[in-house]
């Protein structure tokens, strides 16, 4: 089990980080469980920030699909003014 601590939605970079982190996992198993002891809302943030970088969604678009797998989502005002701005500067990179 490999585990990877990185304050996610700080930057464009680390979320990069992130999502190369479980790029490399997937690629070596089939799967890759997204987990926070402290916070309801963080592994729902990882996996739309995923969404938005693997697919170029909106933050929309994977947060009404991840909404269409677990429909009790409760996310801040500030992950999501964060899932917009990554959006936003994912956009600008590609």
Known sequence: MSEYTVEFLGSYSK??????FIEEAVSQTSSCMIVSMKNKCSPIAVAIGYLILKFHWSYLRALEYINSKKVDIEMTRAILKSLIKLEAIHEQST
Request: aromatic share 16%; charged share 35%; hydrophobic share 50%.
């Open 15 to 20: 979320t990069k980080a992130v999502f190369d």
